[in-house]
Nanobody, 127 residues
Framework: QVQLVESGGGLVQAGGSLTLSCAAS????????MAWFRQAPGKEREFLAR????????YYADTVKGRFTISRDGAKNTVSLQMNSLKPEDTAVYYC????????????????????WGQGTQVTVSS
């Protein structure tokens, strides 16, 4: 089992940047593929980015490609989401997720493909 704790959320102006961090504890971090999702009020949870196990291949949703960057630090057991050029529509609760499942690319965004979730961190982008 792994425990996930997100941090780094807050209020930022449109066009600004923010970096979210997710600290993982428990089983060996390198055995998990990690992902970031977000959920805005009244909307479904939305996939943003995924980074694979220790090799670290990345995959992004079209809505954030070129603006967001996911990375992982095996020494610190953390995964980060660097967010640039933020827009008001990026306002949401952001969640870190982990899975040991081997997935095809078209399954990367499935919420039920991830076994573990953090509690979420709020990001608010003002216009």
């Amino acid at each position: 089992q792994v425990q996930l704790v997100e941090s780094g959320g807050g209020l930022v102006q449109a066009g600004g940047s923010l970096t979210l961090s997710c600290a993982a504890s428990g089983r060996t971090f390198s055995t998990y593929a990690m992902a970031w999702f977000r959920q805005a009020p009244g909307k479904e949870r939305e996939f943003l980015a995924r980074i694979n196990r220790s090799v670290g291949g990345t995959y992004y949703a079209d809505t954030v490609k070129g603006r967001f960057t996911i990375s992982r630090d095996g020494a610190k057991n953390t995964v980060s989401l660097q967010m640039n050029s933020l827009k008001p529509e990026d306002t949401a609760v952001y969640y870190c997720a982990a899975t040991t499942m081997v997935l095809s690319i078209n399954s990367y965004g499935r919420v039920n493909a991830y076994d573990y979730w953090g509690q979420g961190t709020q990001v608010t982008v003002s216009s």
